[in-house]
């Protein structure tokens, strides 16, 4: 039986699943601890000796110039790591985790089939999504879709016990990115309503903000200099604070042991003190959920029309949040595997792909209808004089937008005279809102933009039609015609920030690596 892997690609920890063939999904552990989860963090011991995982966890408090963590936050971002030798990027790095998790599966499983669905956060643009398939190609692993994660949660959710049809929310507060959901639960389908989130928002923030507090603590207590604590005494102080994160959704108080050299200090620390300290990272949350409501409000969606609350990813077991969510919106929400749902769902979008496109049918689910999660569009010019500029932001489609997007056109004039060339500038919102004003977009192109040439010598105010299409992973496709000649250009607009020659020199780099397992 060929099996198509679903992949979490999460910012702390990351797993892989399949179905069996009686269509049970059966999540594959790590095949050095037996943890169905792996963390998120690459160590490179030489150039080509790397470990993920647990060893490189704790490798960073020995070695942490050498150990890369929290790389999904960085995905579609023009950020380098240059360890022995190499540049690597987010994508370089994504790469070797996706890959040790398919080594691990193919080990256990016994099978060399490299599909593969790879969840995204829901709020990730087109920018972040072509970077994480980059990142499979990278890994050899062949990228038959993304699904975002409060979907493949969905997909879960719906095959459990006492779940039903209706309208869902889905409240998936992970390791580093926080994503609301909304969506029309069927027998037939999943419609996605509304999504929205922030992608700098998740448990490592809650570890960070507690990790400073208990380094002011330690520091008034035994008189050490902060500036005397390095950064393998931080990396290990996050992990002591992830561990106290982990015992206050079950006790109220916990003791934090630590130590500097000769300076020592056990530091109580509270739920409540811990609550206190982190509010306003749960406050965003909620912010966040009101927008979603508000705008699901605009689609003929209440909040008295939320039939249940799926609690998706570990740091929605602080107590904080369940409480939070009774007190500001009267619901109770349900936790499905919070840890796994979203592989799990992943696992069950990839055979459900599997049998779509021909292959053995090991189970029947719902179609998945996607929306797009942000605006985009192109920069255009309010003034007609060649000498000034008015730049705005002319969306063509718009957040929340259903998926595939067929036939934008947006008509566009040439604002000057004798005009061969003509290159459009694409952007993507970049704001909690959609906004003209362009530096609350970014741009989605190259920097010379998708560039029009060989045209005949046009006169000022010629009309130009551009024609976009965004398929079901949210990324899009591009065409130009001068409506004077019908010439057309047709491309597929590079949304990463890597060019061909670099993927090449970091396919050739990955390559070379030996994955430690």
Known sequence: MSHYLGIDLGTTNSAVAALDADGRVEVVPNTVTGHPTTPSIVYFQEQTDVAVGDIARNAAV?????????????????????????????????????????????????RDDNGVVITVPAYFGMRETQATVEAGTLAGLNVLATIPEPIAAALHYGRTPGSGEGTLLVFDLGGGTFDTSILRIGADAIDTVVIDGDRRLGGADWDRRIADWLIDEFCARTGCDETDLDAGFRQQLLQQTEAAKVQLSQVSTTRVPIRFGAHAAA???????????????????????????????????????????????????????????????????????????????????????????????????????????????????????????????????????????????LVTYTKIADVSEQAFHLFEQNADVPSPVVALNREITPDDGFVFTGLPSLPQGSPMTIVVNVDEDGLAHVEAYEDTTGQRLQTQVQLGVLQQDQLAELEQAVAQVELLH
């Open 267 to 409: 530091i109580e620390l509270t739920r409540e003190k811990y609550e206190e300290l982190t509010r306003d990272l749960l406050d965003r949350t909620i912010a966040i959920v009101r927008r979603t409501l508000g705008t699901a409000a605009g689609k003929g969606i209440d909040q008295a029309d939320v039939a249940d609350v799926l609690l998706v990813g570990g740091a929605t077991l602080m107590p904080a949040v369940t409480r939070r969510l009774r007190a500001e919106f009267g619901w109770e929400g349900k936790r499905v595997d919070p840890h796994l749902a979203v592989v799990k769902g992943a696992a069950l979008y990839a055979a459900s792909l599997r049998t779509a496109q021909g292959g053995e049918p090991v189970l029947s689910l719902p179609t998945v209808r996607k929306v797009l999660p942000r605006s985009f569009g192109v920069r255009l010019d309010r003034e007609t004089s060649s000498r000034r500029e008015d730049l705005y932001i002319e969306y063509i489609a718009h957040a929340n937008d259903p998926l595939p997007i067929t036939d934008r056109r």
């Open 62 to 110: 020995a070695e942490p110039e050498n150990v890369i963590s929290l790389v999904k936050r960085s995905m579609g971002e023009a950020v380098s790591y240059p360890i022995h030798g190499i540049e690597h990027t987010p994508e370089s790095i994504s790469a070797l985790i996706l890959r040790h998790l398919y080594e691990d599966a193919r080990s256990t499983l016994g």
